[in-house]
């Protein structure tokens, strides 16, 4: 395993992180560690690269990702930050570029997906927008009064 780690025979991968939380590293310790154990197990170096979804959406996706063999957008709670992983989200579908998107980018690939390839303008996650015109994610009933999201996923076996 130490050889693999310094060593890789298949060479390596940059991945880039982009999220709202990646000035706090450790909020993405469990992905980060995922992802280099992968990398092992398939002996191959993960470089990953954290970029900040509010940059993404202030500058632009191009010049942040154009380098980058994959794209992750991790969850994460508010709307602040989701307009440029929903770019970043873009960007990568339109570039061919392997996306893997964790809970919150799941939920905005399917926001960014419904906007620009379905053509439903404006559509978004009732979460940051109550009165959009074509809510395709929605809060689960039981949370719609909820006001602070956090541990507030449901978790576990359900039918």
């Given at each position: 395993?130490?050889?693999?780690?310094?060593?890789?025979?298949?060479?390596?991968?940059?991945?880039?992180?982009?999220?709202?939380?990646?000035?706090?590293?450790?909020?993405?310790?469990?992905?980060?560690?995922?992802?280099?154990?992968?990398?092992?197990?398939?002996?191959?170096?993960?470089?990953?690269?954290?970029?900040?979804?509010?940059?993404?959406?202030?500058?632009?996706?191009?010049?942040?990702?154009?380098?980058?063999?994959?794209?992750?957008?991790?969850?994460?709670?508010?709307?602040?930050?989701?307009?440029?992983?929903?770019k970043a989200i873009g960007y990568a579908r339109e570039n061919?570029?392997?996306?893997?998107?964790?809970?919150?980018?799941?939920?905005?690939?399917?926001?960014?997906?419904?906007?620009?390839?379905?053509?439903?303008?404006?559509?978004?996650?009732?979460e940051f927008d109550r009165d959009t015109a074509y809510p395709?994610?929605?809060?689960?009933?039981?949370?719609?009064?909820?006001?602070?999201?956090?541990?507030?996923?449901?978790?576990?076996?359900?039918?």
């Open positions: 395993m130490c050889e693999r780690f310094k060593k890789p025979g298949k060479g390596s991968v940059k991945i880039g992180v982009v999220g709202k939380y990646v000035h706090l590293r450790d909020a993405y310790k469990s992905l980060h560690e995922s992802l280099v154990h992968a990398g092992l197990a398939n002996d191959c170096k993960v470089d990953l690269e954290y970029i900040d979804s509010e940059t993404v959406e202030s500058e632009g996706p191009e010049r942040l990702l154009a380098h980058l063999d994959a794209v992750l957008v991790p969850g994460g709670f508010g709307d602040r930050g989701t307009e440029g992983k929903i061919v570029i392997p996306f893997f998107g964790i809970c919150l980018g799941m939920q905005l690939a399917v926001v960014e997906f419904a906007r620009n390839v379905a053509g439903l303008a404006g559509a978004n996650s009732t395709v994610i929605d809060l689960l009933p039981e949370q719609r009064a909820l006001r602070n999201k956090g541990a507030t996923m449901r978790l576990g076996a359900f039918p």
